[in-house]
């Protein structure tokens, strides 16, 4: 039996950064929860923005360490989320605030679904699932909090990029993890937006 790459058994367990550091990682994801909790404050949505807050930094972790985000976690955040913003919706009487999510999740999934297509050496597949989940709360919050979303991760990303080759520590085909800029530009609206 022939043995496989190092490359594809370290692709295949995405689990692995998790495992690293898991105090580290526990205590982001309680940070981030918490953050964002307590400016959610008791609104229906809060379930839903603790699912983002604790999905969001496992996600940012594992892209930051392998440069991928792993379907098992970015897939069922659809449904979960979908499910906790619609239960939130009927709580609030507010059918047209989740409108706004699904029209913020069609919205930034088929903006990065293009930038895909049309440049795929600048962004992963994986971002452009993750970019959909994204839209959902960004659309939650409404069309400000949407573009503030999608102008941080970008300008973020940008900066990001622009410091590593000027200190000469990537060049300009390395590839740069760019999930946890769309998490963390997310996680900015939220923290802007949330409870307005």
Known sequence: MSEQPATWSLRADWTEPLRRRPLATAFGCALAAAALGVRTGARPELAAVLYLAVAGTLL???????????????????????????????VDGDAARFGGALAGMAALGALYAVQWVAVPDHIGLGDVKLAGVLGLYLGWYGTAAWVAGLL?????????????????????????????????????????????
Not at 79 to 85: F, G, I, Q
Not at 154 to 179: E, F, K, N
């Open 60 to 90: 940012a972790v594992v892209d930051a360490a392998l440069r991928r985000l792993p379907d098992p976690l970015t897939l069922p955040s659809y449904p979960v989320a979908a499910a906790l913003l619609g239960v939130a919706a009927a």
């Open 152 to 196: 941080i991760a970008v300008l973020s990303g940008g900066a990001a990029a622009a410091a590593l080759l000027l200190a000469r520590r990537a060049g300009r085909r390395d590839a740069l993890p760019y999930g946890p800029f769309l998490i963390g530009g997310t996680f900015a609206a939220v923290l802007l937006y949330a409870g307005s």
